[in-house]
């Protein structure tokens, strides 16, 4: 999410993207409705974490939806909670998608398993 922001600020300042174009791009942020969830796709930014989906109680479709917004926006993907069926649909939705089936977390993209203020310090 930081690096498609900077990606916006420097095409506006370079005038190849007009901030009618930059604002379109950026409509879903902070917070993109889904009507059944909330994306927070500047979460990452804030904290240092990406936003974690609760797979606990979701169905399959509603977190394949939540994960497709996530990923459409650059931030890493981890949905907790949730079982071999669910991931057999997300792999096909999201490419690329690790699952563990003892701890049942599904991820995507960069490690979001630690945050990164950690992996810049290490």
Request: without cysteine.
């Amino acid at each position: 999410m930081k690096s498609q922001l900077e990606d916006i600020l420097n095409r506006v300042h370079s005038g190849s993207l007009t901030p009618a174009q930059a604002m379109k791009a950026l409509k879903d942020y902070p917070y993109q409705d889904l009507d059944f969830a909330k994306v927070d796709h500047h979460r990452e930014l804030r904290k240092g974490f990406p936003e974690v989906i609760y797979g606990l109680g979701k169905t399959d479709d509603q977190i394949v939806k939540i994960a497709r917004a996530i990923v459409k926006k650059g931030s890493s993907l981890l949905v907790t909670r949730v079982g071999a069926g669910t991931y057999a649909k997300l792999r096909r939705a999201v490419p690329g998608t690790k699952y563990n089936a003892l701890a049942r977390p599904l991820f995507s993209g960069k490690d979001p398993l630690l945050p990164a203020r950690a992996k810049s310090s290490s």
